[in-house]
């Protein structure tokens, strides 16, 4: 029951999800899958397989509200510590808002435990790494959506241009987030620090290149391997 639970829950967070994902999760075998698949249909949960995508919830489901463990609630207070430190003052509203829903279904004893812990962990940074820009999410979301953006930059020797870009991914490196994409002014690929990052607007135009440079591919350009 545990396996079909975890099952549900990672169809729910998916839009498709092939056997062999399922399977390589679990550590079990397709045709397990294929069995674990049908018990959940027999359950009353409307289940649904489109070639060659996957598995996927019938659109309306909506399986009841979870509850967490003790040492889940802990990891998950021990990410936040992590999102304050290395993500923008945006993401960190997010993530505190949907700390608090978690907290919201936690037992009374657990809630206590939680504020206990919070008390003993602290996250210190040096005075130079400074992430006060609130731009992640549309970043985030310019890239998800493949749409153009138009940005106002600072290099390294404080010389302002503007660019527009199609962003192809997020990294966090020589701990600063940077943003890559192609830029129609260069016509190339660029790495451009979000924290230099002085006007952003995403135009919602689609890109016009049909293909880019896988992100892992780039990673290998870094100049530093942190």
Request: with cysteine; charged share 25%; aromatic share 12%.
């Amino acid at each position: 029951m545990d396996r079909l639970l975890g099952i549900l829950t990672l169809l729910q967070s998916r839009k498709y999800v092939t056997a062999e994902k399922i399977a390589g999760k679990f550590s079990i075998s397709i045709r397990t899958v294929y069995r674990d698949v049908k018990a959940l249909g027999e359950l009353g949960i409307p289940v649904s397989f489109e070639a060659p995508k996957g598995y996927f919830v019938v659109q309306g489901y909506f399986l009841p509200p979870v509850s967490f463990s003790t040492a889940e609630a802990n990891a998950l207070l021990l990410i936040e510590v992590l999102v304050n430190g290395f993500t923008d003052q945006s993401v960190r509203k997010q993530y505190a808002s949907a700390l608090d829903k978690i907290r919201a279904v936690l037992h009374g004893s657990q809630k206590e435990e939680l504020e206990r812990l919070n008390e003993k962990v602290r996250f210190q940074k040096p005075d130079c790494f400074n992430l006060n820009f609130e731009y992640l999410p549309t970043l985030q979301n310019a890239i998800a959506a493949r749409t153009i953006l138009e940005i106002e930059y600072i290099n390294q020797k404080e010389e302002n241009s503007k660019r527009k870009l199609e962003p192809i991914g997020l990294i966090f490196y020589a701990f600063n987030w940077h943003l890559i994409g192609w830029c129609y002014t260069r016509r190339d690929y660029r790495d451009f620090r979000v924290s230099r990052i002085k006007k952003l607007k995403d135009t919602g135009l689609p890109f016009k290149r049909k293909t880019h440079i896988e992100l892992n591919e780039y990673m290998k350009q870094l100049p530093v391997n942190y």
